[in-house]
């Protein structure tokens, strides 16, 4: 059973609709800007975070002054032991202002299953993702993006997602913020399963964040490290489009994976032109995030000619504003 995106925000009404839409764009009377606005995903900064060359309270002041983005989204594990810091969350919140940019979302990772069919640890789960929330309402985000995962049947992790999720939901409504999956591990890489659960949940501050890059279902790691990630086996590829598609009308934010390119500058997984025609005919007018993972592959030792961290961004950036011309 499915409901249209008309149905869907008709039923945002009693829970503050505002909130519950795509992140709006600061201006969009502009003909001659995309339909979206471009924000910098913090993980294309992946191997400078994790050396310490970047901190969290400098990543907006390199988004803006290096790349001209002023939206960022922050993931949890480069500040995980500040989400509760008063004086550090002021910190980052007062840098952002004096930048004048944009804190669009926090990715949370790490905090426990919001699948897990353990009602005690989903709970858990569910507790421990609730400082983000707070965190995210702080700095004035929109969202927190979160994933969806467990251990047991898809079915089974699903009826504890529907639960566990929803609970946050809940949590997430009561101050106004949205809590999105993003297709990112396990059963969640399947688009009809995650539009099935969002559809379930049935809130509008539930939603998705649809990734161009991960609708391929791997084995699960042996571990939670980033090194065990790279060693999970492909089980199953979904057809992108055909994700992107069925999860947008879902979507309160779409990110933009990128890894390689070709010489004319265009990604050589992904083609962005149809990906943004898919994204405009949903009537998406939200932010579209660049996450671009190619140098922090090669970090990994992953085989390819991939682009520094500073170009792979860039090159992205362009990449998008040219296929934007073309939708």
């Given at each position: 059973m499915s409901i249209s995106r008309r149905t869907f925000v008709r039923q945002?009404?009693?829970?503050?609709?505002?909130?519950?839409?795509?992140?709006?764009?600061?201006?969009?009377?502009?003909?001659k800007k995309p339909f979206f606005e471009i924000?910098?995903?913090?993980?294309?900064?992946?191997?400078?975070?994790?050396?310490?060359?970047?901190?969290?309270?400098?990543?907006?002041?390199?988004?803006?002054?290096?790349?001209?983005?002023?939206?960022?989204?922050?993931?949890?594990?480069?500040?995980?032991?500040?989400?509760?810091?008063?004086?550090?969350?002021?910190?980052?919140?007062?840098?952002?202002?004096?930048?004048?940019?944009?804190?669009?979302?926090?990715?949370?990772?790490?905090?426990?299953?919001?699948?897990?069919?353990?009602?005690?640890?989903?709970?858990?789960?569910?507790?421990n993702h609730r400082k983000w929330v707070d965190a995210a309402k702080f700095l004035g985000c929109h969202a927190i993006r979160v994933n969806l995962n467990g251990k047991g049947t898809d079915e089974e992790i699903a009826k504890?997602?529907?639960?566990?999720?929803?609970?946050?939901?809940?949590?997430?409504?009561?101050?106004?913020?949205?809590?999105?999956?993003?297709?990112?591990f396990g059963p969640s890489t399947n688009p009809d399963w995650l539009a099935d659960v969002i559809r379930q949940v049935n809130n509008p501050y539930a939603g998705v964040l649809p990734d161009f890059g991960n609708f391929t279902r791997r084995t699960e790691p042996e571990a939670q490290t980033m090194e065990a990630f790279m060693k999970t086996k492909v089980i199953k590829e979904y057809d992108?489009?055909?994700?992107?598609?069925?999860?947008?009308?879902?979507?309160?934010?779409?990110?933009?994976?990128?890894?390689?390119f070709d010489a004319q500058g265009n990604d050589t997984e992904t083609d962005f032109v149809r990906m943004l025609k898919i994204i405009k005919a949903a009537k998406f007018r939200g932010v579209i995030g660049i996450e671009h993972e190619g140098s922090f592959l090669k970090t990994m030792g992953a085989p390819g000619d991939y682009l520094s961290e500073?170009?792979?961004?860039?090159?992205?950036?362009?990449l998008l504003e040219k296929a934007a011309e073309k939708v």
């Open positions: 945002a009404a009693g829970f503050g609709l505002a909130a519950a839409l795509p992140y709006p764009l600061s201006a969009q009377t502009d003909a924000s910098l995903a913090q993980f294309s900064l992946a191997g400078s975070l994790f050396s310490g060359k970047l901190t969290n309270l400098d990543f907006p002041a390199l988004a803006v002054n290096t790349f001209g983005i002023r939206n960022v989204e922050y993931v949890s594990m480069f500040w995980r032991d500040k989400a509760t810091d008063t004086q550090y969350l002021k910190e980052l919140k007062k840098r952002t202002d004096d930048l004048g940019v944009r804190n669009v979302l926090i990715m949370v990772d790490m905090e426990g299953d919001l699948g897990d069919t353990n009602a005690t640890q989903r709970q858990q789960a569910v507790d504890a997602g529907v639960e566990g999720y929803g609970k946050l939901v809940e949590y997430g409504a009561s101050q106004q913020m949205n809590v999105i999956i993003e297709n990112h992108k489009y055909d994700g992107v598609t069925k999860l947008m009308p879902y979507a309160k934010g779409v990110s933009a994976k990128s890894h390689l500073n170009e792979g961004i860039l090159a992205t950036k362009r």
